[in-house]
Every structure is written in C-alpha cells, then in structure tokens.
C-alpha cells in the first residue's frame, strides 16, 4: 500500500508524477482497514503538489520583476556606452557646448518616485549595480553590460523552468483531485452496498 505514491517518473527537477487510479479495488484490497490511510496519504500529496505550486508562482512572480529590471538597466548602460562613443568620435568639435557630453534623463528612485540627473558621459567609466543582500558594487560599463547579460539569460532559464513545473504542477494537481473525488466516491457506493435494506 506505500508504494501506490511511489513515483514512477519524476520531472527533471525530482518532483513526482501522481499515479492515476484507473480502478480503485486495485488499490485497496482490504476497504474497512485500508482506505482512510490511502484516502489520507492522497490528500497529502495533493497538498504537497499545491504548496509546490504556490512555491514556483511566486518564484515565477519574482523573476517578471527582476528580468525587466535587468532589462531596463542594459538598456540604460548600452545607451551611455553608445553616448560615450558618439562622444569620443566628435570629439574634434569640444568648443560646442551641449553636443551631448551631458544626458539629462529622469530616473526611477522606487515604484511612484522620479528624479532628474544629468549623466556626465565623458568621465562616466563605471556604475553601481544591486546585486541583492543589500549589496552594491562597481562595474566598469562593459563589465556591467556582460555580468547583465550572464545574469538575464540564467533568469530567462530559470523562467522557462519554473513555467515547465509549473505545467507539470498543474497536471499532477488534476490527477489527484481526479483521484480523491474517485476514492471518495467508491467509498460511498460501497457503503450503500453495505446498509441493509429495510
């Protein structure tokens, strides 16, 4: 009776598939001493299955916040590296004031809050980035833009993987509500069977 759980396939990450019942008697032979330990052990997977599940959604809501921020920010550093560029091949014209060695931009201090800065681009060599545990380094702009890119391709795979078990999560949820209400059901014919009739 404790290998009806046991998985017989699992996803890449170890999560278990849920068995299906086809037929019940096949799982309890003996109903008055076996089927609440059964029904019980289903109804734990079940919940296992969705603790998993709000698991990976939150997982999955914290990398749609952290891969447009990425996002954001190599757009912001490309756009000075471009500037800074511009501005090295013009450099033959340094008598013109506001021939884009200055970047006036609004920038974001938290979700409702913006500021103004003017971005000196011609001595702007690096930039400070989060990297989270309230930590914040600096990075020259072209170290920056690569640690980024590392950074937004291993979120961009993890989200496709969160979004695989998640699938897999909702699949095996299915099934073992598809089981219990099956046990629970059998469970109630079974009973009607055994009431006398008057």
Same mark, same amino acid.
């Given at each position: 009776m404790a290998d009806i759980l046991k998985p017989?396939?699992?996803?890449?990450? @170890?999560?278990? =598939?849920?068995? +299906? &019942?086809?037929?019940?008697?096949?799982?309890?032979?003996?109903?008055?001493?076996?089927? =609440?330990?059964?029904? #019980?052990? +289903? #109804?734990?997977?079940?919940q296992q299955y969705k603790?998993?599940?709000? %698991?990976? #959604?939150?997982?999955?809501?914290? !990398?749609?916040?952290?891969?447009?921020?990425?996002e954001k920010n190599l757009d912001i550093i490309n756009y000075i590296k471009e500037k800074k560029e511009e501005e090295e091949e013009d450099d033959e014209d340094e008598d013109e004031e506001g021939? @884009?060695?200055? &970047?006036?931009?609004?920038?974001?201090?938290?979700?409702?809050?913006?500021?103004?800065? %003017? &971005?000196?681009?011609?001595n702007l060599n690096s930039v400070y980035l989060w990297l989270g545990a309230e930590v914040m380094l600096e990075y020259p702009l072209d170290e920056a833009?690569?640690?980024?890119?590392?950074? !937004?391709?291993?979120?961009?795979?993890?989200?496709t993987i969160i979004k695989e078990d998640l699938e897999f999560l909702k699949e095996n949820i299915t099934t073992m509500e598809v089981n219990t209400a099956r046990l629970y059901n059998w469970d109630v014919e079974r009973r009607k069977k055994l009431r006398p009739t008057s």
């Open positions: 017989k396939n699992t996803n890449p990450r @170890g999560i278990p =598939e849920a068995p +299906f &019942i086809d037929k019940v008697e096949n799982v309890i032979k003996n109903p008055d001493k076996d089927f =609440e330990s059964v029904m #019980q052990m +289903f #109804q734990e997977r079940l603790y998993m599940e709000l %698991s990976k #959604q939150q997982q999955l809501k914290d !990398l749609n916040i952290k891969i447009p921020d990425i021939d @884009g060695k200055v &970047i006036e931009t609004n920038y974001e201090l938290n979700d409702t809050l913006y500021t103004k800065a %003017s &971005i000196d681009v011609e833009v690569e640690l980024l890119n590392e950074r !937004l391709v291993k979120n961009n795979e993890q989200l």
